[in-house]
């Protein structure tokens, strides 16, 4: 994700300077129109609290790994899948098996998965939506279409493709270091957002039923909104420019109250881990 982070600042850093010189004042209506057009308000009311369980069902899954070990676990999780307990009472050297309570891995639906069409064009309506002259809205497409082309070469061997739990799992890594202006976390750390968020999609019914249109357009809203946060807080970085990581710190958490319907603060990396809570 570091490396991701980084290929995406350098395909879009050099166009921002010019794009975003109006006040802030004019980012809600634009960023919420473009969110509000796909539809997602209703989509994604439960993703907050479905995608803190997930991490919290997976930070217990690890810690019983380190205790008992992966093999362990797993076969634990096979066994309570098929409704038997893991561990046996007594064993031919008369010692007990440990007991290992595990509840069953939740079933794999991948919601989030969509068939891409190309008469989808996020970028343009990007363009429109946020651009207040021709220049700014080339520039807007120009980096969205830059971060998607990043992001898309990054991840091909990740299992993210057409997904839009590789999206969000990316505005979320984006929006989490733009607005805390920290450190970025570790690609494991990520890896287990991923899996979280992939699973949150799951256990929400209403994703089951969005059309493939819409989850590309949302997985695309995802990139570009990571993609002008990138490029706004590299050139702050570049330049030491304190106004402007002030000012993508708070777009920054707009975007994670519009995205995730949680206040930016309780997003947080807590010991190695991204949280929300």
Not at 51 to 70: A, E, N, P, S
Not at 116 to 124: I, K, L, M, Q
Not at 140 to 149: E, N, P, S, Y
Request: charged share 20%.
């Amino acid at each position: 994700m570091k490396a991701l982070l980084l290929v995406c600042a350098i395909c879009v850093s050099p166009v921002i300077g010019q794009t975003w010189n109006s006040n802030s004042g004019g980012w809600s209506t634009g960023y919420g129109t473009v969110y509000g057009s796909f539809g997602y308000a209703m989509a994604t009311q439960n993703i907050y609290n479905t995608t803190q369980m997930q991490i919290q069902r997976l930070q217990q899954r690890q810690m019983m790994i380190k205790q008992f070990g992966q093999a362990a676990v797993e076969k634990a999780e096979r066994e309570a899948k098929a409704g038997r307990t893991s561990g046996s009472s007594s064993q031919s050297s008369g010692t007990s098996a440990p007991q290992i309570k595990v509840t069953p891995p939740p079933p794999v639906r991948n919601h989030g998965i969509f068939r891409p069409d190309p008469s989808v064009d996020t970028g343009r309506v990007m363009a429109e939506a946020l651009g207040s002259s021709a220049e700014e809205k080339a520039l807007i497409k120009q980096i969205f279409t830059g971060t998607k082309a990043a992001y898309e070469t990054q991840t091909d061997s990740k299992g993210w493709k057409n997904n839009i739990a590789g999206a969000l799992t990316f505005f979320t890594v984006t929006a989490l270091t733009v607005y805390r202006d920290g450190a970025e976390p570790s690609d494991e750390a990520v890896d287990a957002y991923f899996k979280a968020v992939n699973y949150a999609l799951d256990d929400i019914p209403e994703f089951a039923n969005v059309p493939n249109k819409d989850k590309q357009a949302f997985n695309n809203v995802m990139i570009g909104f990571s993609g002008l946060l990138l490029a706004g807080y590299t050139e702050g970085k570049r330049n030491n420019d304190a106004a402007t990581l002030k000012l993508y710190s708070q777009l920054a958490g707009e975007l994670i109250k519009m995205v995730l319907k949680v206040e930016p603060e309780r997003l947080r990396l807590k010991d190695g881990v991204i949280s929300i809570g």
